[in-house]
């Protein structure tokens, strides 16, 4: 059995409204939400709102017993909200929402030197006030190991500079092909060996996930690659990424760890908002 880390999230929170439910979104929220279902301790970083959207998340994620002690209060943005239009889910908060005011607090130094990995993303890097806080977040976490999402965005149309700012603090990068045509244009049309590789070489990251939702998952590095089984969609895919911290934060080789990354996503897609079960964590 594994011992328990601590898993930090660092950027938007979101309440996802359905018309017959309400859920946690975002991924400050759904990243410590999954590390709590693998025995970790998750921590979210962001800000809501001080309104009834943001009073509605507080009591979801007090139901998950989601530490919420680390989500600041903005008393005039709105809380983020996801909203589902007809098939399919669009953002429906305002140009500027609560998280992207979030502020540095010197209580974030202290969890950043806890953290033993944290996960950041693209759409929380879309306004300097947030991007800055992160920044400063990640320049403090030590040696934890540091994930950043690219393919985590409001559109394939975010300035550049947000996402590939980024890059600098990275040991391991989320990819799929709009985000690699955003902060590589060089990689367009290449094959995406190719791509990734030149990726790598141009940050400072060491390992590439390749998340093409039409694709199996594939993990590069500079001299080898390793591919999953089949394409799983971009669904869950927070839960990717904690399955393959899991992996990483315990010393698995890179396929191991792709293969529970593979496992916990087909488990959180099929067994929603359940726990995997302890054989499904067992190495492969």
Same mark, same amino acid.
């Given at each position: 059995?594994?011992?328990?880390?601590?898993?930090?999230?660092?950027?938007?929170?979101?309440?996802?409204?359905?018309?017959?439910?309400?859920?946690?979104?975002?991924?400050?929220?759904?990243?410590?939400?999954?590390?709590?279902?693998?025995?970790?301790?998750?921590?979210?970083?962001?800000?809501?709102?001080?309104?009834?959207?943001?009073?509605?998340?507080?009591?979801?994620?007090?139901?998950?017993?989601?530490?919420?002690?680390?989500?600041?209060?903005?008393?005039?943005?709105?809380?983020?909200?996801?909203?589902?239009?007809?098939?399919?889910?669009?953002?429906?908060?305002?140009? =500027?929402? #609560?998280?992207?005011?979030?502020?540095?607090?010197? &209580?974030?130094?202290? $969890?950043?030197?806890? !953290?033993? /990995? @944290? %996960?950041?993303?693209?759409?929380?890097?879309?306004?300097?006030?947030?991007?800055?806080?992160?920044?400063?977040?990640?320049?403090?976490?030590?040696?934890?190991?540091?994930?950043?999402?690219?393919?985590?965005?409001?559109d394939h149309d975010e300035? =550049?500079? #947000?996402?590939?700012?980024?890059?600098?603090?990275? &040991?391991?990068?989320? $990819?799929?092909?709009? !985000?690699? /045509? @955003? %902060?590589?244009?060089?990689?367009?049309?290449?094959?995406?060996?190719?791509?990734?590789?030149?990726?790598?070489?141009?940050?400072?990251?060491?390992?590439?996930?390749?998340?093409?939702?039409?694709?199996?998952?594939?993990?590069?590095?500079a001299g080898a690659s390793?591919?999953?089984?089949?394409?799983?969609?971009?669904?869950?895919?927070?839960?990717?990424?904690?399955?393959?911290?899991?992996?990483?934060?315990?010393?698995?080789?890179?396929?191991?760890?792709l293969s529970l990354a593979?496992?916990?996503?087909?488990?959180?897609?099929?067994?929603?908002?359940?726990?995997?079960?302890?054989?499904?964590?067992?190495?492969?």
């Amino acid at each position: 059995m594994s011992r328990p880390r601590v898993i930090v999230a660092i950027g938007e929170a979101l309440l996802r409204e359905f018309p017959d439910r309400e859920e946690p979104a975002g991924l400050a929220l759904l990243v410590p939400l999954h590390a709590k279902r693998l025995g970790h301790t998750g921590i979210a970083i962001s800000r809501l709102g001080q309104d009834a959207t943001a009073e509605r998340l507080l009591a979801l994620l007090q139901s998950q017993q989601i530490d919420a002690s680390h989500l600041q209060s903005d008393p005039d943005l709105p809380t983020g909200r996801l909203r589902l239009i007809g098939s399919s889910t669009s953002r429906s908060d305002e140009a =500027r929402a #609560a998280f992207d005011e979030l502020q540095w607090d010197f &209580d974030l130094a202290d $969890v950043a030197q806890q !953290a033993d /990995a @944290v %996960v950041y993303g693209a759409l929380a890097r879309r306004t300097g006030q947030c991007r800055s806080v992160i920044d400063r977040f990640l320049a403090e976490c030590g040696s934890c190991l540091r994930v950043l999402d690219l393919t985590n965005r409001a559109d394939h149309d975010e300035p =550049r500079t #947000a996402p590939t700012s980024g890059l600098k603090f990275a &040991d391991v990068v989320v $990819v799929d092909e709009a !985000a690699l /045509a @955003v %902060v590589l244009p060089s990689a367009i049309g290449k094959p995406t060996p190719d791509a990734l590789s030149e990726l790598l070489r141009q940050s400072d990251a060491q390992v590439a996930l390749w998340a093409q939702p039409d694709q199996p998952l594939a993990l590069y590095t500079a001299g080898a690659s390793w591919t999953g089984s089949q394409p799983l969609g971009a669904e869950a895919r927070e839960a990717t990424v904690v399955g393959l911290v899991h992996g990483m934060l315990n010393g698995w080789d890179l396929r191991e760890a792709l293969s529970l990354a593979e496992r916990v996503t087909r488990h959180a897609i099929e067994h929603r908002g359940q726990p995997p079960p302890a054989e499904l964590l067992a190495r492969s």
